[in-house]
């Protein structure tokens, strides 16, 4: 089994940052592709930042200059560092990995979402 657990999510003021973790455990054998998406309400779920398997970085327009990822690879860790927040950017925010696991299996993999509301 595989899990991602995320982390750092939370309530802040327009102009704030926070800092979201991504943790994948279990039977894993390798990690190509991680990043993060977000749904907002009424709206579909889109790609926030993420690094390809190829190993490039891709980031929402919406989010360049504000947003950095960046990774742990001996953590299989996942970073999302938001600076300069906006009310835009609320959301819940979910963690995305394609692993491959011990059985040869790969799979898309899914964390459970962490609340960001930027709010004053």
């Known amino acids: 089994q595989v899990q991602l657990v995320e982390s750092g999510g939370g309530l802040v003021q327009p102009g704030g940052s926070l800092r979201l973790s991504c943790a994948a455990s279990?039977?894993?054998?390798?990690?190509?592709?991680m990043g993060w998406y977000r749904q907002a309400p009424g709206k579909e779920r889109e790609l926030v930042a993420a690094?390809?398997?190829?190993?490039?970085?891709n980031y929402a327009d919406s989010v360049k200059g504000r947003f950095t990822i960046s990774r742990d690879n001996a953590k299989n860790t996942v970073y999302l560092q938001m600076n300069s927040l906006k009310p835009e950017d609320t959301a819940v925010y979910y963690c995305?990995?394609?692993?491959?696991?011990?059985?040869?299996?790969?799979?898309?993999?899914w964390g459970q979402g962490t609340q960001v509301t930027v709010s004053s």
């Open positions: 995305h990995a394609l692993i491959a696991t011990m059985m040869m299996r790969i799979d898309d993999y």
């Open positions: 690094f390809s398997s190829g190993g490039s970085t």
């Open positions: 279990g039977s894993i054998f390798s990690i190509s592709a």
